[in-house]
């Protein structure tokens, strides 16, 4: 079952101190390949933290990790994920005529990964 | 530790666009790693410790270890051979660097363009269109009483932006510090940010710009229908009341991040937010400022733009620099397929750019100078390990606040800076090309210069 949400990327303390060790380095790799997603979205799509979601939109896809947050703290069809190599797989290239590729409130189709894929990122996946 | 330890007062951490001035720094000279960084929030001293020196070749040249000066010797060749080539990145290096860079773009005739593209491009844009009421943070701390944190996470992305100049700070007519002030919160979701907050409105994705026309619209005394509601998730009620505290404080301050600029509307989302600053000048003092990330970001944007008169985006093919956000704005270039070659400085694209840009830069000869090995890096035909800005190389940088600061480094790094690189680069290709490329049709195009 695949749903319509939308995607915010940003900026995590996290990923500003794991980018300091190394953008390359399993810790950074782990912090951008979360994404953060409502509990009730979550329940309702079958998912508990550390479940595996592909996340989809017309130019790219890529299967992330996610963490339930609060309907008080992200509400219903929000997603967060921290910016990196793979929040750039989902983004378009257009600007219309700015400069600036959207990057925040992307629509993605969100579908719980039962394949056993693995994450993207993931050593193999080079 | 070892016995060789020196201190560092008033060292300045480039992380972010604070560039903090009054880190006390403990370094390990035998070592050469900083081992205490007093002041710091948890990003600098993730800076400062991982930022000690690395066994890297001073440069890899198609994946093989090379010298400083045979990769030179390539990246020169790679530009003065391009016919389309960009330069970007820039947003952490010293503007001693940026000034080079700006030379390089210039002599090959190329477009030159920085991480302020994909953060406050759109900004620059509407300041174009509309101006900036603005403001030092230090005139901030100092008189801000009420503050407007829109579309950012300061406490994750600018820890001590709160403490040191726009939350707790205490200032001349601000001497109780958060007592002295209301902090109104906007953004999407609740962060880190957001217990700060007297005030949190939490907007409904892609509606920034309908709730700042409706801020400006009630500041002039228009009407708004209460279905302002169901659009934005802000009730008219919580709109006036917020119009009435902009109108009465002594001194206001809006602060605004990547919400609004890497959102839809962009520069339109930028322009309201300054626009309503600026409105709201007919009934106190207000400012609008944009909230900058990368250390030197605004330096970049200075030294682009006395050097060139505009800030990003520059191309110089036909032998003078012309702005064209979209066109010659790198993820464009890249993601069309424009570019035939790319030299990018301090920064990271094949990491954050989106895909088709991405995919373009494995298709062309990239030069790459950082610290550290990257995304890019790896992608690059040219790569140079160079050392890191504010801790191994003096130079200034311009705060977010558009103030320059002097750097203090704390201890020498055996790898050359981003400026030495860049300008045996500008050198090799100067004698390339026998001076500065004439455009296409000029007459002596093609006619070497003495």
């Known amino acids: 079952m695949a749903v319509m949400m939308t995607l915010i990327g940003g900026r995590t303390s996290k990923q500003g101190t794991s980018l300091c060790a190394g953008k390359l380095g399993a810790e950074y790799l782990q912090v951008t390949s979360t994404v953060e997603m409502n509990v009730e979205d979550m329940a309702r799509l079958g998912l508990s933290n550390d479940s595996k979601v592909r996340l989809r939109t017309p130019v790219g896809e890529v299967v992330l990790r996610c963490k339930g947050r609060e309907t008080k703290d992200l509400p219903p069809g929000l997603l967060f994920m921290a910016y990196g190599p793979l929040s750039s797989e989902l983004m378009a290239g257009d600007t219309a005529a700015s400069g600036m590729p959207i990057s925040k409130n992307l629509d993605v189709e969100v579908e719980p990964v039962v394949d056993g894929a693995a994450e993207s990122g993931e050593p193999h996946h080079g | ?450």
């Not at chain 2, 409105?279 to 682009?304: I, Y």
């Open chain 2, 1 to 450: 530790m070892g016995d060789n330890i020196r201190v560092v007062p008033d060292a300045t951490c480039t992380f972010c666009g604070c560039v903090c001035d009054d880190m006390v720094l403990t370094v390990d000279l035998d070592q050469k790693r900083i081992t205490k960084s007093e002041n710091a929030c948890v990003l600098g001293k993730a800076w400062f410790k991982e930022h000690a020196i690395e066994e890297r070749p001073f440069a890899l040249v198609d994946g093989r270890e090379a010298t400083t000066e045979e990769g030179v010797e390539v990246a020169a060749q790679i530009l003065a051979n391009a016919r389309f080539p960009v330069v970007y990145g820039l947003s952490d290096t010293t503007c001693e660097a940026q000034r080079v860079a700006v030379a390089i773009a210039d002599m090959v005739g190329g477009c030159l363009d920085t991480t302020t593209s994909v953060c406050h491009g759109p900004t620059g844009i509407a300041f174009q269109g509309g101006g900036e009421s603005t403001a030092s943070l230090g005139e901030i701390k100092n008189r801000a009483d009420l503050v407007v944190f829109w579309g950012g996470n300061p406490a994750e992305a600018h820890p001590r932006l709160f403490t040191r100049y726009a939350v707790t700070a205490k200032g001349m007519y601000t001497p109780n510090g958060r007592k002295d002030r209301t902090i109104v919160l906007v953004d999407v979701r609740r962060t880190p940010s957001t217990p700060v907050a007297d005030i949190f409105l939490q907007v409904k994705p892609r509606t920034d710009f309908e709730v700042l026309w409706a801020l400006r619209a009630l500041v002039k005394g228009r009407k708004i229908d209460p279905s302002i509601e169901q659009r934005t998730g802000i009730s008219l009620a919580v709109l006036e009341d917020l119009v009435d505290r902009m109108k009465r404080c002594r001194y206001g301050a809006l602060l605004f991040g990547m919400g609004l600029t890497m959102n839809r509307g962009r520069h339109f989302n930028a322009g309201a937010i300054l626009a309503l600053a600026t409105d709201l000048n007919e009934f106190t003092h207000f400012v609008a400022k944009p909230v900058r990330g990368h250390g030197n970001v605004t330096g970049a944007d200075n030294v682009v733009s006395w050097q060139t008169g505009f800030p990003f985006g520059v191309n110089f093919s036909r032998g003078y620099p012309r702005f064209n956000p979209g066109e010659f704005t790198t993820v464009d270039l890249l993601s069309r397929g424009d570019a035939d070659a790319a030299l990018i400085i301090a920064s990271d694209p094949a990491s954050n750019f989106p895909k088709a840009a991405i995919e373009h830069l494995k298709c062309i000869p990239v030069i790459n100078l950082d610290p550290k090995l990257t995304h890019t890096g790896r992608l690059a035909r040219v790569s140079f390990t160079t050392a890191t800005y504010g801790i191994n190389v003096p130079g200034t940088v311009y705060r977010m606040d558009d103030v320059p600061i002097t750097l203090r480094p704390a201890f020498d790094s055996p790898y050359p800076s981003d400026e030495q690189v860049l300008t045996s680069i500008r050198d090799r290709v100067r004698e390339l090309l026998g001076g500065n490329r004439l455009p296409a049709g000029d007459p002596l195009a093609g006619v070497a210069v003495s």
